[in-house]
């Protein structure tokens, strides 16, 4: 487990985003709670994952994807973050055991239930879908769902979100954990409603800033 590279990325990956960003964050103190628990987030871009590193008070352990991880120094580094690839084309039984093995060890695993990138009318936030199976995992693992939404992560694919002087605006908000229900669809079906919930908490924030 890389937990001390994990900080060391943090910290010196952290000055670029606090240079270049005016960020709104909401219900941060939810992600210092005790214990295993699975972190389930929408996914606009790929930098939702550095901005929820930056800003989590524990330790994530993300669940990627196969596809990213074939690339030898991606994999090297994403491993060393204590991250994992998970084949989402067939049922991947070495990476579900890895997810049950870290909530086993009380860490934090991250996951987007989308399974990839959605944006536009793709997302989440218009489709009401996600993919099947964090439900069961909570269930079987006997771990809370920490519900989270990220806006304008997107800022950062473009040069101009790097620059200084703190201009680029993003939001983070964190829920109320989720209990997994004896029903994973019902659990899945909370989660939803709990993000798009969040979404509406963090625009109204945005827009009165």
Do not use: C
């Not at 199976?133 to 006997?142: C, D, H, P, S, Y």
């Not at 829920?175 to 669809?185: M, Q, S, T, W, Y």
């Amino acid at each position: 487990m890389g937990d001390a590279f994990y900080s060391l990325v943090r910290t010196i990956g952290s000055h670029p985003f606090w240079m270049s960003s005016s960020p709104t964050i909401i219900g941060l103190e939810k992600t210092a709670r005790a214990g295993a628990y699975i972190l389930a987030s929408n996914h606009e871009s790929p930098y939702d994952v550095p901005l929820l590193i930056r800003h989590g008070l524990r330790r994530i352990d993300f669940v990627s994807t196969t596809e990213v991880f074939r690339h030898p120094f991606v994999r090297w580094f994403y491993g060393s973050m204590n991250a994992f690839p998970l084949d989402r084309s067939q049922p991947d039984v070495q990476a579900t055991r890895t997810i049950f093995d870290r909530l086993e060890r009380g860490r934090v695993v991250g996951m987007f239930p989308e399974g990839r990138l959605r944006t536009g009318e793709h997302a989440l936030v218009h489709t009401r879908k996600i993919r099947r199976g964090i439900g069961r995992i909570a269930k079987l693992a006997r771990v809370p769902i920490l519900p989270a939404f990220v806006v304008n992560s997107v800022a950062y694919t473009r040069l101009w979100g790097w620059m200084p002087f703190r201009h680029t605006k993003y939001g983070l908000i964190f829920g109320d954990a989720i209990e997994p229900n004896d029903d994973p669809d019902v659990t899945e079906a909370t989660l939803v409603d709990a993000i798009l919930k969040l979404r509406g908490e963090l625009l109204s924030k945005l827009t009165a800033v």
